[in-house]
């Protein structure tokens, strides 16, 4: 499953002209069923300022000149839902504080404080007080931004064009093959629901 989240990540980033460096981890040989993790080093070179908010979306890549990105397979848990990301924010604060939070300190292990650090989270709280509460114990653990995996894979699903074959990435031509036979549908707005 890291091979897939690798593709997302990198499709995600290239796309928005960010350089991509993933940096394997083996697990340590204490941690029994540990399984080997992925970091990206990412760099723009054409980096315009700074983000300012602790949730990143696309448009912030624009003002990211260089950050370590952390992805776990956290929307694999059993007890990660589609439920909570239809809008149950109490429920999405409790998986983030009980599988997340406590894991901080495995997955920032051996990162400085040179760059940001930003955590791929499945999805975050979008009200309060859970949004804020959230964001509070993840900077205490030495998060300095989250990216939702969500809008990431929506991102990616929004850019794939129905006309163009992707030769070189596998990953990009089954989206397309999906997408072409409707399988795969852009976001609704909702204007006709009755």
């Known amino acids: 499953m890291a091979a897939f989240d690798e593709q997302v990540l990198r499709e995600y980033f290239e796309a928005h002209g960010v350089f991509v460096r993933a940096e394997r981890r083996r697990p340590a040989?204490?941690?029994?069923g540990a399984e080997e993790t992925l970091d990206f080093h990412i760099f723009n070179a054409e980096a315009a300022g700074e983000p300012t908010g602790f949730v990143w979306f696309s448009s912030?890549?624009?003002?990211?000149?260089?950050?370590?990105?952390?992805?776990?397979?956290?929307?694999?848990e059993a007890g990660f839902s589609a439920r909570m990301l239809a809008g149950r924010p109490a429920e999405l604060a409790k998986f983030l504080q009980t599988k997340v939070v406590?894991?901080?300190?495995?997955?920032?292990e051996g990162t400085g404080k040179d760059v940001p650090r930003v955590l791929v989270l499945p999805a975050f709280p979008t009200v309060d007080p859970q949004r804020t509460e959230c964001a509070r114990e993840l900077r205490s653990g030495g998060v300095d931004a989250v990216l939702s995996f969500r809008s990431i894979l929506d991102d990616v699903l929004q850019r794939v064009d129905l006309g163009q074959a992707y030769t070189k990435t596998g990953f990009m031509e089954t989206l397309r093959v999906l997408k072409s036979y409707d399988l795969l549908r852009e976001p609704q707005l909702g204007l006709f629901k009755g």
């Open 102 to 108: 406590k894991s901080l300190g495995d997955v920032l």
């Open 60 to 76: 912030d890549l624009r003002a990211v000149r260089e950050a370590r990105v952390f992805i776990r397979p956290w929307h694999r």
């Open 29 to 32: 040989a204490r941690r029994k």
